[in-house]
């Protein structure tokens, strides 16, 4: 991989990340209001950590796979889009509380939430199949270029979410208590609103 085309490739994935937070990371934002940004930062991991298993997934080509098993790959959609409603109706439910009462959850579980929220959406092993193929020499070795794009992702990804999330801490900490509810429930409501998305996609794409 030239120096030019890593270039072109740091220049793509930024223009991906320049639109509205997507699940995982209005979680992260909803999780540093909530409960600090330091203490959410287990979410990022459980995030990250899932994007990591994507890119190697991507990587050893199985996204044609699961592209093969419509069945399969359906199943998988739906179980995430219910899973996102899940976790947006109970980060409503949360606002709702007294941050006093507000039970604190473990380490483990925000990481498995982080986790869980980025497995849930299956269109990504088919996002990083489609993308990394466009950066990747084929008269090199494909699993270090693999490895340069996908941490280069990771990084550019966790930077992001931490900026996103101290900034939101930020305005909490300006705003107070009236703010962080509104956050949270606006984020609760975009994870549902993404949940129908993702299941409005799929619909698309079998009828077509």
């Known amino acids: ?100 009462i507000r039970p604190a959850p473990s380490r483990g579980a925000l990481f498995r939430r982080g986790f869980m929220t980025s497995a849930a959406n299956p269109y990504a092993v088919v996002f990083f199949a489609a993308l990394f193929p466009q950066f990747i020499q084929s008269d090199a070795s494909v699993a270090p270029q693999v490895a340069i794009l996908g941490i280069t992702y990771l990084v550019i990804d966790g930077s992001i979410l931490v900026l996103m999330g101290a900034f939101a801490t930020r305005l909490m900490s300006a705003l107070g208590s009236r703010f962080e509810r509104w956050l949270s429930i606006t984020s609760g409501v975009g994870l549902i609103l993404a949940a129908i998305a993702i299941a409005l996609r799929g619909n698309m794409e079998e009828t077509n």
């Open 1 to 100: 991989m030239t120096i030019e085309t890593y270039i072109v490739y740091l220049g793509t994935v930024l223009i991906f990340f320049a639109h509205p937070p997507g699940p995982s990371q209005l979680l992260f934002i909803g999780g540093s209001v909530q409960h600090g940004l330091k203490r959410a930062l287990p979410i990022m991991a459980g995030d990250l950590s899932a994007n990591a298993i994507q890119i190697v997934i991507a990587g050893f080509g199985l996204a044609s796979l699961i592209a093969l098993s419509a069945s399969a790959f359906t199943m998988l959609k739906y179980l995430g889009v219910a899973y996102l409603i899940w976790i947006g109706v109970r980060m409503i439910r949360d606002a709702s509380r007294a941050r006093a």
